[in-house]
């Protein structure tokens, strides 16, 4: 199914309510949200997995309910990294927070020009102060 709008141009309010409920009413368990306090131990959690599996951090942020990363590496088995990664920090939250924390999927992009580079980095460290943000230390100023 296709929604029309974004974050930048979100729909009249109201418009998708019905969808809303029916996909609640659906649900086996309350959706999780990440409080405050351990999204810097997620964040922690996923650049340790991306060190080990040697993929390059850029900007990782980690929000109530959204990770999201810039990130070099090979695309040949990216999907299986990123479930690697929501797995090990997953498990390490285990104890404040049983069962799946992650959902199936994710939105993979392949940046395709520096111009959208730029973009993506704004785009994650925007998140903060909302989410935990982290940034590589060597990251030149990127704003668009």
Not at 7 to 16: D, I, K, V, W
Not at 34 to 46: S, T
Not at 122 to 141: F, G, M, S
Request: glycine share 6%; proline share 8%.
């Amino acid at each position: 199914m296709h929604v029309e709008g974004d974050y930048r141009s979100p729909p009249p309010a109201g418009t998708y309510d019905r969808l809303l409920e029916h996909v609640k009413g659906h649900m086996r368990k309350p959706p999780v949200t990440l409080p405050p306090d351990l999204r810097c131990v997620v964040g922690q959690a996923c650049l340790e997995q991306f060190a080990k599996e040697r993929a390059a951090v850029f900007v990782l942020s980690v929000g109530g309910q959204h990770v999201h990363a810039a990130v070099d590496c090979a695309g040949d088995d990216l999907k299986q990294l990123v479930g690697r990664v929501k797995k090990v920090s997953s498990h390490r939250i285990r104890e404040q927070i049983p069962g799946k924390v992650w959902a199936l999927g994710s939105k993979l992009v392949t940046v395709r020009s520096e111009a959208h580079w730029a973009e993506v980095l704004t785009y994650i460290q925007d998140h903060a102060p909302n989410a935990w943000v982290w940034v590589h230390p060597n990251l030149p100023e990127a704003r668009c």
